[in-house]
């Protein structure tokens, strides 16, 4: 056991001395440097990169954005032609033979006004019942036993106050 233990600590000893030679060599302070100055140099390079593919982006999407609402508003000036009431007059008479009609030819329909039905009572007290059972407590056979349920007496059987 004496020998691994000794084989352990050689080995502890070589790894902390590499460790302990590259950190006491002269030029170990002048490599951090450089590799921190390296890093800082890409990662600079990198965020300038990134930062100049998105403003390529957003002017596209703006000059796509342009596009779009140019075209919006070119259809809806077309709509508006085609909407025009004297150019579907037009239309009507040139291509479906459709000719203007006399003010004597002209009805307007009037529809009568047609009171609605007044409540019918049974269907008011249905109403007034299904009301009442949203309130109502349920109680189903899984839930029901014999000390559950009890006799439930209205103030008007009894002469004083019912249960509650």
Known sequence: MRKTVRKFKE???????VINRLRSHRYFPIAV??????????????????VL???????????????????TSKLN????????AGRIEKYAMDSL????VAADQIYTLI????????????ATM???????????????????SAGDLRQLRPASLNGEEGDR
Do not use: C
């Open 11 to 17: 080995t502890v000893e070589i790894r902390s001395s």
């Open 33 to 50: 440097l450089v590799t921190v100055f390296l890093m800082a140099s890409v990662i600079h390079v990198w965020q300038r990169v990134h």
């Open 53 to 71: 593919e998105t403003v390529k982006q957003v002017s596209h999407l703006r000059a796509e954005n342009e596009q779009l609402v140019d075209a």
């Open 77 to 84: 000036v077309r709509l508006a032609t085609l909407t025009a």
């Open 97 to 100: 033979g459709l000719q203007p």
């Open 111 to 122: 529809g009568r006004e047609e009171k609605p039905p007044e409540p019918d009572e049974l």
């Open 126 to 144: 249905f109403r007034a019942i299904e009301r009442v059972t949203r309130y109502v407590p349920v109680v189903t056979e899984n839930r029901a």
